[in-house]
Nanobody
Framework: QVQLVESGGGLVEAGGSLSLSCVAL????????MGWYRQTPGKERELVGSAAVGSKPTYADSVKGRFTISMDNAKYTVSLQMNDLKPEDTAVYYC???????????????YGQGTQVTVSS
């Protein structure tokens, strides 16, 4: 079993910055990618960005140029640096990892418990 533990988040004014961090714990065999999702009430969870091992991160159009994902596969960590935050970035942010065990035929997704990010106007 894999657990994702997030930290960071909080309240910031528009134009400000916040950083989120996440570490994968547990019986880890192979993590193939890590990233971040976000969700607001009444809406589906949306992908903010992700980084596959050995590849550059990709981002949603809404955050390109403002958010940066950094992944350390050796430490099973991923961070999300958020700059120039906007009120529409307000959401619960979830860490995500795809984990492949030695018995799996394909990697399975795991999510953290979520952390609130609120951007005031």
């Amino acid at each position: 079993q894999v657990q994702l533990v997030e930290s960071g988040g909080g309240l910031v004014e528009a134009g400000g910055s916040l950083s989120l961090s996440c570490v994968a714990l547990g019986d880890i065999f192979t993590i193939t990618s890590m990233g971040w999702y976000r969700q607001t009430p009444g809406k589906e969870r949306e992908l903010v960005g992700s980084a596959a091992v050995g590849s550059k991160p990709t981002y949603a159009d809404s955050v390109k140029g403002r958010f940066t994902i950094s992944m350390d596969n050796a430490k099973y960590t991923v961070s999300l640096q958020m700059n120039d935050l906007k009120p529409e970035d307000t959401a619960v942010y979830y860490c995500n990892a795809y984990h492949l065990s030695f018995t799996d035929t394909h990697a399975k997704p795991y999510y953290g418990q979520g952390t609130q990010v609120t951007v005031s106007s």
